[in-house]
């Protein structure tokens, strides 16, 4: 079984900063990747950022420029601090990762429980 906890939920005002972080536990033998996607209420999940093992990354249009995707691999945490937050960036942030629980099995998809972000104008 693989757990991913969400941390970091807040309520800031526009142009803030806030740094959201997920740790991965449980049966692991190996991360792909690890991700965010969020979801804004009556939006479809979208991907924020994205980032593999080796450290490549994706983002969103709307990521680039202001939202960082970091991991550690150590302790199969990821981060994304997102700076010059704006009140369309309010959203639950979720957390993904494609994990390897053992030799020869297939990564699968986990998700987090989510972390509400709000930004007042």
């Known amino acids: 079984q693989v757990q991913l906890v969400e941390s970091g939920e807040g309520l800031v005002q526009a142009g803030a900063s806030l740094r959201l972080s997920c740790a991965a536990s449980?049966?692991?033998?190996?991360?792909?990747?690890m991700g965010w996607y969020r979801q804004a209420p009556g939006n479809e999940r979208e991907l924020v950022a994205s980032?593999?093992?080796?450290?490549?990354?994706n983002y969103a249009d709307f990521a680039k420029g202001r939202f960082t995707i970091t991991r550690d691999n150590a302790k199969n945490t990821v981060y994304l601090q997102m700076n010059s937050l704006r009140p369309e960036d309010t959203a639950v942030y979720y957390c993904n990762s494609r994990i390897i629980a053992a030799p020869n099995y297939y990564g699968m998809d986990y998700w987090g429980n989510g972390t509400l972000v709000v930004v007042s104008p």
């Open positions: 980032i593999t093992s080796g450290g490549n990354t």
């Open positions: 449980g049966s692991i033998f190996s991360i792909i990747a």
